[in-house]
């Protein structure tokens, strides 16, 4: 079982590696750099040549079943879910098989306006404090229940 993280703008790095500490969980960063590698026997930083996606791509080519990714990215969690990984938005949303189909075609839709309107830029939430909390008992949950599955 190992904790991967799509680092590039991760607003959860800390949190992660602390959870993972609690639970003994070998934690790998996957970045294109630009991050302080942080000095913990359980955290490895993967550093991956720039490039659109290579970050993704790492991850997807090695989570599988029993692992848990956490990640902003739609199309890269949907990999990882068909892989049988179990993953987490920084938000502490889980997405599974029920639910990743919906989440992306609402992520192409919204691209799709954004495009077709120059005007509709940004304007999503912050991310608050009780997102934080959130992640955290999320991932606490869900990296437990990977450890019951490996």
């Known amino acids: 079982m190992t904790l991967f993280i799509d680092a590039d703008a991760c607003p959860v790095k800390d949190e992660c590696i602390r959870v993972a500490e609690r639970?003994?969980?070998?934690?790998?960063?996957?970045?294109?750099?630009?991050?302080?590698?942080?000095?913990?026997p359980l955290v490895e930083t993967v550093y991956v040549t720039e490039g659109p996606d290579e970050a993704d791509k790492w991850i997807a080519e090695r989570a599988g079943v029993g692992d848990v990714v956490v990640t902003g990215d739609i199309p890269l969690a949907a990999k990882c879910v068909a892989a049988g990984a179990r993953?987490?938005?920084?938000?502490?949303?889980?997405?599974?098989?029920?639910?990743?189909?919906?989440?992306?075609?609402?992520?192409?839709?919204?691209?799709?306006?954004?495009?077709?309107?120059?005007?509709?830029?940004?304007?999503?939430?912050?991310?608050?404090k009780a997102d934080r909390s959130r992640f955290l008992d999320a991932l606490d949950r869900t990296l437990r229940a990977a450890a019951r599955q490996s």
């Open 23 to 40: 639970q003994s969980v070998p934690v790998k960063l996957v970045c294109n750099g630009g991050i302080r590698p942080p000095v913990h």
């Open 87 to 128: 993953v987490l938005k920084h938000d502490g949303e889980a997405l599974t098989e029920a639910n990743i189909g919906n989440v992306l075609a609402t992520r192409d839709l919204m691209a799709d306006l954004r495009a077709a309107d120059p005007f509709r830029q940004g304007g999503g939430k912050g991310f608050s």
